[in-house]
């Protein structure tokens, strides 16, 4: 007596093959579609929001795509396949930061203790840090102001599935 494989377990088997070979591929390309491992990110400043749209573009010509957007506070950022953000912040920002846009973005599961602690750090090496908090109102986000970096700034976040969401 022959045994009948019913079409809907087919299909579902076919569904299960298609969705991991999808996720195997994005792994293997380096476009991990899960929040994690979250390394945290390298920002980069556009100098106007056409910019970052065109630095954004020139981006995806080398294959580092778009992930997607998470605008806030002013804010236009761009977050790459990569991790590398592009963004474009508005005077206001820029000069709570002491002018640096560039940064270094680290993620720590209590980022005001840990920008307490980098900047404690900093200093024991020698160099300025200065603690910023509330740049962007709501946000979880802390910054260190150093003379380490050159025009930059180092920022402090949750973990990328701990974030509020923006919109």
Same mark, same amino acid.
């Not at 056409?50 to 236009?76: C, H, M, N, P, W």
């Not at 404690?120 to 090496?125: C, E, K, M, N």
């Given at each position: 007596?022959?045994?009948?494989?019913?079409?809907?377990?087919?299909?579902?088997?076919? !569904?299960? !093959?298609?969705? =991991?070979?999808?996720?195997?591929?994005?792994?293997?390309?380096?476009?991990? /579609?899960?929040?994690? /491992?979250?390394?945290?990110?390298?920002?980069?400043?556009?100098?106007?929001?056409?910019?970052?749209?065109?630095?954004?573009?020139?981006?995806?010509?080398?294959?580092?795509?778009?992930?997607?957007?998470?605008?806030?506070?002013?804010?236009?950022?761009?977050?790459?396949?990569?991790?590398?953000?592009?963004?474009?912040?508005?005077?206001?920002? =820029?000069?709570?930061?002491?002018?640096?846009?560039?940064?270094?973005?680290? *993620?720590?599961?209590?980022?005001?203790?840990?920008?307490?602690?980098?900047?404690?750090?900093?200093?024991?090496?020698?160099?300025?840090?200065?603690?910023?908090?509330? *740049?962007?109102?709501?946000?979880? *986000?802390?910054? !260190?102001?150093?003379?380490?970096?050159?025009?930059?700034?180092?920022?402090?976040?949750?973990?990328?599935?701990?974030? /509020?969401?923006?919109?």
């Amino acid at each position: 007596m022959a045994m009948r494989v019913p079409k809907w377990a087919i299909a579902l088997n076919l !569904v299960v !093959v298609v969705v =991991l070979a999808g996720f195997a591929w994005s792994l293997a390309t380096l476009r991990n /579609p899960l929040p994690w /491992p979250d390394h945290g990110s390298r920002i980069f400043p556009a100098s106007s929001p056409q910019a970052k749209a065109a630095l954004v573009e020139l981006l995806g010509q080398y294959g580092i795509a778009e992930r997607f957007t998470a605008d806030s506070g002013g804010i236009a950022r761009s977050v790459m396949m990569d991790g590398t953000i592009i963004n474009h912040s508005p005077p206001a920002v =820029l000069e709570k930061l002491g002018g640096g846009g560039a940064g270094l973005r680290l *993620v720590a599961d209590d980022p005001d203790a840990a920008a307490e602690a980098a900047a404690a750090f900093l200093r024991s090496h020698g160099f300025s840090a200065e603690i910023v908090r509330d *740049v962007e109102p709501g946000l979880p *986000v802390v910054f !260190v102001l150093t003379d380490a970096l050159d025009g930059g700034v180092i920022n402090f976040r949750l973990p990328a599935w701990q974030m /509020p969401r923006s919109g």
